[in-house]
Structures are given as C-alpha cells and as structure tokens.
C-alpha cells in the first residue's frame, strides 16, 4: 500500500508559485495496478518522483507499506564521471541486492560491451536508457513505476524489454503514466485523474478516462 498524506508539493517559479500537489490525501492499495492520467504539466511525472522518493514534498508525508521501484527507465540518479558499472554496482548495495548479480544482468541485457567502463557522461541517449532499464528489470519491486518508458532501442531489443517487463508483473503491481489510453486499459484495473492539483481515483478505468478526455478537449 502507498499512501500520500495531506501532500503539498510546489515550485517557485520567477514570478509566481506552481502548485501541483495540493494537500492530497489518497491510497493505492496493492493487488491493483493504477494508471495516472492527466493534461501536459499537470504534475504526473512529479507525482511520480514523490512516490519514488526521488523528490520530496513540502508537506505532508509520503508512506509506503510495499518496496517501490524508481520511474521504469530513470537515467537522473546515475553519476555522469562514474562507469555504468560503478553505477549499477551503487544501486545494487544501495537496495541490498548482490553486485555481481546485478552487473552480470545489466551487462547481458544492456548490450554495450565494453561501455559498462566508461563514463555514464560518455553513453548515448540510447545506451543511457538500455542500462536504466536493465538496471531497473534487474532489482525486483513489489511495485514499478512506468512513467511513458516500457521499451526502449530497436525492434528486437524492444522484445526483450517486453518480455523481462512482463515476467516481472506478474508478480508486482504498477503505477502507469501514459498518454495512450490503450496502454492503460491494457495494464491497469483502476486509474486517477491528476487535476488542477487534485488526485481523482476512479475504480472504472473507463471512467478515468472519460474524464481525462473531457479535460484534453
């Protein structure tokens, strides 16, 4: 289960205050997978990193009753002058996974040979999000984050995302960001609507997307 409790999240901008959490209290309760919809800069990816613990709110608090992934394909914890396998070496003690492990299945899953040494500040876009993904199929969660990446590289690597994504799910639920309605449906029995900086659950994804078209009128 993951709670956010009375969460007030804000920027300050240059010339005025951009509130996109507004003291929200919701639940999501685990054996269900949520879709999380919302118009261009309504605050999903933000609500995302909040969940993650990648950003912090200004009030209220965030619990989690269940090990909570980082946003599927998340690049921004990497250290640019460490190696990929520096990197992932970090994260696997950080999450009390073994190492060697770790390494071993980001390598064969990453593909990018001898790049594993050399500095994440040196890697493509493309092999940037080749580790991250490995990385994150690598550490198993109870729940994953998704927020838009569910494949990344060319058709066949695109396969192999797939089918580690889907062995992990059936065992995890998840948390989806997505503009494609499709994808929702297909992942998700329940959805919320982020607006206006509210959070509306709806137990119909159905419904949650109505109301989300409503809005993206």
């Given at each position: ?13 240059e010339r ?5 959490l ?15 919809l ?9 609500t ?10 200004n009030a209220?608090?965030?619990r ?10 998340f690049?921004?914890g990497?250290h ?5 396998r520096e ?21 064969e ?11 994440v ?7 940037m ?10 550490v198993?969660?109870e ?28 065992n995890?639920d998840?948390i ?8 929702i ?24 997307t ?6 993206n009128?």
């Amino acid at each position: 289960m993951i709670t956010l409790d009375n969460v007030f999240k804000f920027y300050r901008q240059e010339r005025h205050t951009r509130v996109v959490l507004d003291h929200v209290s919701i639940t999501f309760l685990k054996g269900y997978s949520y879709g999380l919809l919302g118009v261009n800069g309504a605050g999903k990816s933000t609500t995302m990193r909040l969940i993650a613990g990648i950003e912090l709110p200004n009030a209220g608090k965030v619990r989690r009753q269940v090990r909570v992934s980082w946003p599927l394909g998340f690049a921004g914890g990497m250290h640019p002058l460490m190696s990929g396998r520096e990197n992932v070496k970090f994260v696997a003690r950080a999450y009390g996974e073994d190492p060697r492990r770790v390494v071993r299945f980001v390598e064969e899953f990453a593909e990018i040979g001898d790049y594993m040494d050399a500095a994440v500040r040196t890697y493509s876009s493309g092999m940037m999000a080749r580790v991250a993904f490995g990385l994150s199929m690598a550490v198993e969660f109870e729940c994953y984050l998704i927020d838009e990446v569910l494949a990344v590289g060319d058709a066949r690597f695109q396969a192999r995302c797939k089918e580690a994504f889907e062995a992990r799910r059936k065992n995890s639920d998840l948390i989806v960001v997505s503009h494609s309605m499709e994808t929702i449906k297909e992942y998700c029995d329940k959805a919320a609507v982020l607006v206006d900086g509210q959070i509306l659950m709806y137990d119909n994804v159905d419904k949650a997307t109505e109301a989300y078209n409503r809005l993206n009128r």
